[in-house]
């Protein structure tokens, strides 16, 4: 989940991954619209597949990395686990209820409905039966929206972490993370959860799986960086070699090792999310451009609402040239969702955020002011 924080820490390439991550997602949703024309090859959908799990595995690698990275100083500090999390709320969930809300609308337009309680699970980024595949995973309301359920778990064992001192609540935070990944492996080699299992299972399961590494990878990362001899390298657009070094890997597997998941593949697709990240990290600061750092300004609002622009692309398109020129609609729906999710940034994300802050400032000052008083008896 693209939520940017603090201009990505002031590194403008982090920005710029961002946005790029942003965009593997679209196209990752973007390719599956062929079968409205033809029927979809099975490397069509294994590359779609892989390209929108790099993009969402450089997000994890991302929010670990950045979470720590500007919290260094704040943990064992009164109040920081509160404030975090009520920042991180406070971020993320406008706009995603906003993009939930037009979820559920569109599901009216046709004929679908939602249960209420799988709405209010979504609400609170929890793991709903409102949709969910052939293989059980569940995802919420909003479908994009399973990796913000991810994303706020995180950050809730982040805010417990900061009541702690730094080296004891980074150890305790990974060891938590780890934990649960290996006890999600032993779940799943135990027995799948089938379609409509009960939440008693669900939950466990939903948050023990592996891909919850990435977030322990980008701490590590952060912890790094902290190194006084950590290096500060001449890279050429870093962010955008790292996004062509995961593309590379996922095209490449995709025609070489269709449907082949062994475990040294695994370790490449972890090791390729690290260095896209890495050589945005490591790379000397340099002038951001104006069209990646807008892109990467713009990769929440475009994460969340691109799906719907793809719905409406792609019937405007079947009306105006029937099932022709399938390149040509999938062109359009990458620049025209990524666009509209930029529409979105602009008119909706901004103001929200822009109101936010000012209730944060406000409520802040209150709290200050609360303090002084009860400290002046």
Request: glycine residues 8%; positive net charge.
């Given at each position: 989940m693209p939520v940017k924080d603090m201009r990505a820490a002031r590194n403008p390439y982090i920005?710029?991954?961002r946005g790029y991550a942003a965009m593997l997602v679209?196209?990752?949703h973007a390719l599956p619209t062929m079968e409205h024309f033809r029927p979809l090859p099975k490397s069509i959908e294994d590359l779609a597949a892989g390209l929108g799990a790099l993009g969402v595995h450089?997000?994890?690698v991302i929010s670990g990395f950045i979470m720590t990275h500007i919290s260094s100083e704040s943990f064992g500090r009164p109040r920081a686990s509160l404030s975090f999390l009520m920042a991180r709320v406070q971020r993320v969930a406008p706009l995603y209820y906003c993009a939930t809300f037009v979820a559920i609308l569109h599901a009216m337009a046709t004929s679908r409905s939602y249960k209420g309680s799988d709405i209010a699970l979504s609400l609170l980024f929890l793991p709903s039966h409102a949709q969910h595949d052939l293989s059980g995973y569940l995802f919420p309301v909003l479908g994009v929206g399973w990796t913000l359920n991810y994303e706020m778990f995180f950050y809730l064992l982040f805010a417990i972490a900061l009541s702690f001192k730094r080296s004891t609540g980074i150890a305790l935070l990974t060891s938590a993370l780890?934990?649960?990944i290996v006890i999600g492996s032993g779940l799943r080699w135990l027995s799948h959860p089938p379609v409509g299992a009960s939440m008693a299972f669900d939950l466990p399961y939903y948050f023990t799986r592996d891909i919850m590494i990435y977030f322990v990878l980008g701490i590590l990362m952060a912890l790094l960086r902290r190194h006084r001899r950590f290096p500060s390298v001449a890279i050429p657009v870093?962010?955008?070699l790292g996004c062509a070094l995961g593309t590379s890997e996922v095209v490449v597997f995709t025609l070489l090792e269709p449907d082949q998941y062994p475990a040294w593949r695994i370790g490449v697709t972890i090791l390729v999310a690290v260095a896209a990240v890495g050589l945005c990290i490591v790379a000397a600061p340099r002038k951001q451009s104006r069209v990646t750092g807008a892109l990467g300004d713009a990769s929440y609002s475009i994460y969340l609402f691109h799906d719907f622009?793809?719905?409406?692309?792609?019937?405007l398109w079947l009306g105006w040239f029937g099932k022709s020129f399938v390149a040509g609609e999938i062109?359009?729906?990458v620049v025209l969702g990524a666009g509209g999710g930029y529409l979105v940034y602009l008119w909706v994300e901004r103001p929200l955020s822009a109101i936010t802050r000012q209730k944060a400032v406000r409520r802040v000052t209150t709290m200050n002011q609360s303090l002084l008083s009860i400290e002046q008896g």
């Amino acid at each position: 989940m693209p939520v940017k924080d603090m201009r990505a820490a002031r590194n403008p390439y982090i920005q710029d991954l961002r946005g790029y991550a942003a965009m593997l997602v679209v196209v990752n949703h973007a390719l599956p619209t062929m079968e409205h024309f033809r029927p979809l090859p099975k490397s069509i959908e294994d590359l779609a597949a892989g390209l929108g799990a790099l993009g969402v595995h450089i997000f994890f690698v991302i929010s670990g990395f950045i979470m720590t990275h500007i919290s260094s100083e704040s943990f064992g500090r009164p109040r920081a686990s509160l404030s975090f999390l009520m920042a991180r709320v406070q971020r993320v969930a406008p706009l995603y209820y906003c993009a939930t809300f037009v979820a559920i609308l569109h599901a009216m337009a046709t004929s679908r409905s939602y249960k209420g309680s799988d709405i209010a699970l979504s609400l609170l980024f929890l793991p709903s039966h409102a949709q969910h595949d052939l293989s059980g995973y569940l995802f919420p309301v909003l479908g994009v929206g399973w990796t913000l359920n991810y994303e706020m778990f995180f950050y809730l064992l982040f805010a417990i972490a900061l009541s702690f001192k730094r080296s004891t609540g980074i150890a305790l935070l990974t060891s938590a993370l780890l934990f649960l990944i290996v006890i999600g492996s032993g779940l799943r080699w135990l027995s799948h959860p089938p379609v409509g299992a009960s939440m008693a299972f669900d939950l466990p399961y939903y948050f023990t799986r592996d891909i919850m590494i990435y977030f322990v990878l980008g701490i590590l990362m952060a912890l790094l960086r902290r190194h006084r001899r950590f290096p500060s390298v001449a890279i050429p657009v870093p962010a955008l070699l790292g996004c062509a070094l995961g593309t590379s890997e996922v095209v490449v597997f995709t025609l070489l090792e269709p449907d082949q998941y062994p475990a040294w593949r695994i370790g490449v697709t972890i090791l390729v999310a690290v260095a896209a990240v890495g050589l945005c990290i490591v790379a000397a600061p340099r002038k951001q451009s104006r069209v990646t750092g807008a892109l990467g300004d713009a990769s929440y609002s475009i994460y969340l609402f691109h799906d719907f622009f793809l719905s409406i692309i792609t019937s405007l398109w079947l009306g105006w040239f029937g099932k022709s020129f399938v390149a040509g609609e999938i062109l359009s729906c990458v620049v025209l969702g990524a666009g509209g999710g930029y529409l979105v940034y602009l008119w909706v994300e901004r103001p929200l955020s822009a109101i936010t802050r000012q209730k944060a400032v406000r409520r802040v000052t209150t709290m200050n002011q609360s303090l002084l008083s009860i400290e002046q008896g």
